[in-house]
Protein backbone atom coordinates (compact mmCIF):
# COMPACT_ATOMS: atom_id res chain seq x y z
CA UNK A 1 0.00 0.00 0.00
CA UNK A 2 1.13 3.36 -0.97
CA UNK A 3 -0.26 6.45 0.26
CA UNK A 4 0.13 9.80 -1.78
CA UNK A 5 -0.14 13.54 -0.68
CA UNK A 6 -0.39 15.99 -3.13
CA UNK A 7 0.24 19.90 -2.40
CA UNK A 8 0.37 22.86 -4.46
CA UNK A 9 -1.99 23.89 -7.47
CA UNK A 10 -4.23 26.98 -7.12
CA UNK A 11 -5.16 29.74 -9.71
CA UNK A 12 -2.62 31.65 -12.02
CA UNK A 13 -3.14 33.87 -14.73
CA UNK A 14 -1.88 32.75 -18.05
CA UNK A 15 1.61 32.67 -18.67
CA UNK A 16 2.31 32.26 -15.09
CA UNK A 17 4.31 29.15 -13.09
CA UNK A 18 2.94 26.66 -10.49
CA UNK A 19 4.33 24.09 -8.82
CA UNK A 20 3.20 20.61 -7.52
CA UNK A 21 4.78 18.38 -5.41
CA UNK A 22 3.41 14.68 -3.86
CA UNK A 23 4.70 12.52 -1.05
CA UNK A 24 4.72 9.08 -1.04
CA UNK A 25 4.51 6.84 1.97
CA UNK A 26 4.05 3.52 2.94
CA UNK A 27 5.61 0.62 0.23
CA UNK A 28 7.91 3.28 -0.77
CA UNK A 29 10.40 0.58 -1.54
CA UNK A 30 8.39 -1.14 -4.04
CA UNK A 31 7.45 2.34 -6.35
CA UNK A 32 8.68 2.09 -9.94
CA UNK A 33 7.18 4.86 -12.14
CA UNK A 34 5.86 7.92 -10.66
CA UNK A 35 4.02 10.58 -12.64
CA UNK A 36 1.38 13.51 -12.71
CA UNK A 37 -1.37 13.08 -14.67
CA UNK A 38 -4.47 15.59 -15.06
CA UNK A 39 -8.17 15.65 -15.94
CA UNK A 40 -10.05 18.61 -17.32
CA UNK A 41 -13.63 19.07 -17.20
CA UNK A 42 -15.49 16.52 -19.88
CA UNK A 43 -12.37 14.96 -20.53
CA UNK A 44 -11.13 11.76 -19.65
CA UNK A 45 -8.08 11.67 -17.74
CA UNK A 46 -4.34 11.43 -19.20
CA UNK A 47 -0.76 11.30 -18.84
CA UNK A 48 1.18 14.70 -18.37
CA UNK A 49 4.74 13.56 -17.19
CA UNK A 50 6.04 10.24 -15.54
CA UNK A 51 9.76 9.58 -14.12
CA UNK A 52 10.99 5.99 -13.38
CA UNK A 53 13.31 5.32 -10.43
CA UNK A 54 16.10 5.79 -12.49
CA UNK A 55 14.86 9.27 -13.60
CA UNK A 56 13.79 8.74 -17.31
CA UNK A 57 11.15 10.73 -18.09
CA UNK A 58 8.07 10.77 -20.94
CA UNK A 59 6.00 14.09 -21.40
CA UNK A 60 2.88 14.48 -22.98
CA UNK A 61 3.48 16.81 -26.30
CA UNK A 62 1.51 19.63 -25.00
CA UNK A 63 3.55 20.13 -22.06
CA UNK A 64 7.57 19.36 -23.63
CA UNK A 65 9.56 22.33 -22.93
CA UNK A 66 6.63 23.68 -20.47
CA UNK A 67 6.54 21.51 -17.95
CA UNK A 68 9.21 19.30 -15.88
CA UNK A 69 8.81 16.55 -14.00
CA UNK A 70 11.63 15.62 -10.96
CA UNK A 71 11.81 12.77 -8.47
CA UNK A 72 13.57 12.54 -4.79
CA UNK A 73 13.71 9.11 -4.53
CA UNK A 74 15.20 9.52 -0.98
CA UNK A 75 12.57 11.26 0.50
CA UNK A 76 9.80 9.67 -1.86
CA UNK A 77 8.65 12.69 -3.68
CA UNK A 78 7.79 13.82 -7.11
CA UNK A 79 7.14 17.29 -8.10
CA UNK A 80 5.77 18.70 -11.30
CA UNK A 81 7.43 22.39 -12.27
CA UNK A 82 4.72 24.26 -14.04
CA UNK A 83 5.61 26.91 -16.63
CA UNK A 84 4.31 29.32 -19.15
CA UNK A 85 0.53 28.12 -17.93
CA UNK A 86 -2.04 27.71 -20.64
CA UNK A 87 -6.12 28.25 -19.72
CA UNK A 88 -6.05 24.63 -21.21
CA UNK A 89 -3.58 23.37 -18.46
CA UNK A 90 -6.64 23.94 -16.86
CA UNK A 91 -7.58 20.90 -14.67
CA UNK A 92 -7.10 18.41 -11.70
CA UNK A 93 -4.27 17.46 -11.61
CA UNK A 94 -3.62 13.85 -9.94
CA UNK A 95 0.16 12.58 -8.48
CA UNK A 96 0.59 8.58 -9.34
CA UNK A 97 2.75 5.56 -8.14
CA UNK A 98 3.49 2.71 -9.79
CA UNK A 99 4.35 -0.20 -8.02
CA UNK A 100 5.92 -3.70 -9.01
CA UNK A 101 6.14 -6.19 -6.30
CA UNK A 102 4.83 -9.30 -8.04
CA UNK A 103 1.83 -7.63 -9.74
CA UNK A 104 1.58 -4.15 -10.86
CA UNK A 105 -0.70 -1.67 -8.75
CA UNK A 106 -1.57 1.88 -9.20
CA UNK A 107 -2.16 4.17 -6.56
CA UNK A 108 -3.57 7.70 -6.68
CA UNK A 109 -3.27 11.14 -4.68
CA UNK A 110 -6.93 12.91 -3.98
CA UNK A 111 -6.13 15.44 -6.65
CA UNK A 112 -5.35 19.33 -7.24
CA UNK A 113 -7.01 21.78 -9.27
CA UNK A 114 -5.21 24.07 -10.93
CA UNK A 115 -7.15 27.15 -12.68
CA UNK A 116 -5.08 29.43 -15.57
CA UNK A 117 -7.16 32.12 -16.27
CA UNK A 118 -6.63 34.32 -19.79
Known amino acids: QVQLVESGGGLVQAGGSLRLSCAAS????????MGWYSRAPGKQREMVAV???????NYASSVKGRFTISRDNAKNTVSLQMNSLKPEDTAVYYC????????????WGQGTQVTVSS
Open 96 to 107: NAVLVAGSVQHY
Open 51 to 57: ISREGNT
Open 26 to 33: GSTSSIYN
